[in-house]
């Protein structure tokens, strides 16, 4: 959930219970597929609850925030597929099965859509799991309806016909969950202010600003001369990095002789977020300068001014129209995609990404 919690304060569960909930609702998953005559063996159904149990093991402190600042954008999958690599290694290649179906190796293609799919057990159990704890019921689907219509055709996932509505119902929730949860606007401006954070100080040791010794806890990734293959023990220390490490980063910095690193600390340990507009239409440059234009002397310096001043956009696409699409499976054993099922919905609408612009500058300008 990143900084959601900074918006909706009972939002603090963790990817822990996330990963053993996803595992779980697998299990219901497979129980589901073999009362229906599906033939799974036990070293299938075992590699499928590893995969799900291991999906997210990648991400680092704060979720997708850090993802961007501590490893410079390498993706979270990425991290996972090499923890699972080493994790087989050393279970002797016990892991062969759950590697295959994490990447969609597996020639039955429904496990993997079962991990990662436009339906999959992961999704299934984080909006349930974040509509709860947020206290925001348009997350709140009906996971049991969804998996008693799941249904296996030529080894592809599909689902009964009977259960439109509920995947109906999955389709919206995951649409407004984006808007109203995941990019909500304080929770996002939150997150660039870390990435912008973090971003400084790496900034300040490449200048010689700031002394990084070996103790430092950002020592082992701000050592890496590549992110890409990532080495062992820098992999290591960041799998051990959570969020109070990055609190208690935040609380040093926040005393730092540096009025920028100081400043952006202090805005988020107190909440004095920026201002952030969002807007369907890109942001002129002309504005930012007017912007800038109006800062102190000091913010208005080029080099730390897009510290405070910045822009960029987000996007979010609910369903995507092609070889991964949902598939309906009606009485007469014929698969279709579901949006030939729902003719009121406009598809087209939902497979097209929806970008949305950002301009974040202190609140003091309010008036701009």
């Known amino acids: 959930m990143g900084l959601s919690s900074l918006v909706y304060p009972g939002a603090h569960h963790t990817r822990f219970e996330h990963a053993l909930g996803a595992m779980h609702v697998m299990q219901k998953a497979v129980d589901v597929l073999t009362n229906k005559g599906i033939q799974i063996s036990p070293q299938e159904r075992e590699a499928m609850q590893i995969a799900v149990l291991l999906h997210d093991i990648g991400h680092g402190p704060f979720s997708h ?29 016990q892991l062969d099965l759950a590697e295959q179906i994490f990447t969609g190796q597996y020639p039955r293609k429904f496990m993997h859509q079962l991990v990662s799919g436009q339906i999959d057990v992961d999704r299934l159990d984080y909006l349930k799991r974040d509509s709860f704890y947020t206290g925001v019921t348009e997350g709140n689907i009906n996971t049991n309806r969804i998996l008693a219509t799941m249904q296996v055709k030529d080894e592809q996932l599909v689902f009964e016909v009977k259960g439109i509505h509920s995947l109906e119902k999955f389709l919206l929730a ?111 440059d002309k504005e930012i300068e007017q912007i800038k234009n109006k800062l102190d002397k000091q913010e208005s310096d080029k080099e730390i001014s897009p510290y405070f001043v910045f822009s960029g956009n987000i996007s979010n696409q609910t369903y995507i129209s092609d070889e991964t699409q949902i598939l309906m499976l009606d009485k007469n054993d014929r698969v279709f995609p579901i949006a030939d099922a729902i003719s009121y919905l406009d598809f087209k609408q939902f497979s097209t990404p929806v970008i949305k612009f950002y301009l974040c500058y202190p609140k003091r300008y309010n008036s701009l």
Request: aromatic share 6%; charged share 25%; net charge neutral.
């Open 65 to 93: 925030a850090t993802e961007k600042a501590l490893l410079q954008g390498i993706h979270h999958e990425t991290v996972s597929l090499r923890v699972i690599g080493l994790l087989n290694k050393n279970f002797n290649g």
């Open 174 to 284: 995951r649409r407004l969950m984006y808007w109203q949860v995941y990019l909500h606007k304080t929770s996002l401006v939150a997150e660039l202010i870390l990435v912008k954070t973090i971003q400084r100080f790496h900034s300040l040791v490449n200048q010689k600003v700031e002394q990084l010794h070996e103790n430092h806890i950002l020592f082992p990734l701000m050592q890496l001369k590549s992110i890409d293959p990532l080495d062992d023990e820098a992999l290591l220390h960041y799998l051990s990095l959570d969020d109070t490490d990055i609190i208690q980063l935040l609380k040093s910095w926040e005393k730092h002789s540096d009025q920028v690193l100081r400043s952006l600390s202090g805005q988020l340990l107190r909440r004095e977020l920026p201002k952030i507009k969002i807007r369907e239409e890109a942001i002129a």
